[in-house]
């Protein structure tokens, strides 16, 4: 942890952003029964001394710049660890991945409702990876819902329908 917090302030001194990052741990449940509750680490970029600009900036049109440092995190902090030791990384800055998290709930209970109502496909577009992977998660819970995704980056988007009967021959 304390080496994710180094490596976020070493990467914004060199963008030219001197500020402090602060990490908690956050256990990230597990929806599937072989595999077991994780941990996750948000690294917060502390505001407090940036202007408006720095954090429109570093936050970057639809969280695209935010979304390319955690990505930086996730790979070069993983670098060389064995997969049992890999940790997820979450970046945030200005409460931008609390409120965007409550926006992709709220879109995916939206998307939920629709498809039991209508009965029809919903394709939610201009989501990035992590928001699609979030979407997935979310409606797992739901067994008479499927999700999966569909095209090609940039493209790409995630489609909500109602699950497909098993066959016959598939039940006991």
């Not at 490596?7 to 741990?25: D, E, F, I, P, Y």
């Not at 969280?63 to 997969?83: H, K, R, T």
């Not at 931008?96 to 394709?123: C, D, M, N, P, Q």
């Amino acid at each position: 942890m304390q080496s994710g917090e180094q490596w976020l302030q070493n990467l914004l001194l060199l963008t030219g952003v001197s500020t402090q990052v602060r990490a908690k741990v956050q256990t990230i449940p597990s929806f599937e029964q072989d595999i077991p509750a994780g941990e996750s680490y948000w690294l917060t970029i502390d505001e407090t001394n940036l202007t408006p600009e720095q954090i429109r900036v570093l936050i970057g049109s639809g969280g695209a710049v935010l979304d390319g440092i955690q990505y930086l995190a996730n790979s070069v902090l993983n670098l060389n660890q064995p997969e049992e030791n890999q940790t997820s990384y979450t970046i945030e800055l200005n409460g931008y991945r609390v409120k965007r998290e409550a926006e992709i709930r709220t879109l995916a209970e939206t998307a939920a409702a629709e498809v039991r109502f209508s009965g029809r496909e919903v394709e939610l577009k201009s989501l990035s990876a992590a928001e699609r992977r979030q979407v997935h998660t979310l409606l797992k819970e739901f067994p008479d819902l499927e999700t999966f995704s569909s095209g090609k980056e940039p493209h790409r988007h995630l489609v909500v329908r109602q699950a497909v009967e098993p066959s016959l021959g598939d039940r006991e």
